[in-house]
């Protein structure tokens, strides 16, 4: 098993047809213990309890750094250690520039960026006193193509500081043995993007995917596994495409 004894922290994965969900169930199934850490209303210790013995689901605001300090160290308390922390925790919102208020620029860039700095702030000692561990950060396409499908371009905006602080991050911390790497999903089939895309625009979407195409959250939790695994371990500020190719140039 690529994750056997490891313990891995995954943010936003309570949603049962999420990302953080699929990514929580393949870590386990690859012999993680995993933690799942995401708001109250979506239930973190009922998905952990999906999972089977020996996970943990733990309420936390990754907008709020005195909640992300107080997760890891419950985690801690919990295993001991902390090997993996997948920063999935992320919301959307269709808008265009003119329509975006600050209010919802705010609370997209809080949740995705200032979350994914706060909860790689509260992991760092603990992998830095165990001299290694695995940050995995959860971007988009829409950071390198400008949007253009469903988040606006706060969202964008977001989603490309995900990349520029996950790279920092990598060469920063390469020192002290943690690997800070990032998937780019393209178009996944999760319930943050449900009913969003008309029909009449969904064939002009395949038509821009050579795989023909719309992911599924597998796909994007595979790589995340790859990124977290020792079979990744001379990698760091890496960004990994999970589109269909829909990049391809």
Known sequence: MLLKDKVAIVTGGAGINGLGFATARMMAAQGASVVIVDLAGAD??????????GHLGLVADVTDKASCDAAAAAVLRAYGRIHILVNNAGVTQPANT????????????????????????????????????????????????????????????????????????ARELGIDGIRVNCVTPGLIATDINKGLIPEDRMQ??????PLNRI???NDVAGCLVFLASDLAKYCTGVTLDVNGGMLIH
């Open 44 to 53: 973190p210790a009922g998905a952990a309890a999906r999972l089977g013995a």
């Open 215 to 217: 992911g599924e959250p």
């Open 204 to 209: 002009g979407i395949l038509d821009q995917i």
């Open 98 to 169: 003119l329509s975006i208020t600050g209010a919802d620029y705010d609370r997209i860039l809080d949740v995705s960026l200032r979350g994914t700095l706060y909860m790689s702030q509260a992991v760092i000692p603990a992998m830095r006193q165990q001299k290694g561990g695995a940050i995995c950060c959860v971007s988009s396409v829409s950071a390198q193509r400008g949007g253009g499908i469903l988040g606006g371009p706060h969202y964008s905006a977001a989603k490309a500081g995900v990349l520029g602080l996950a790279r920092a991050m």
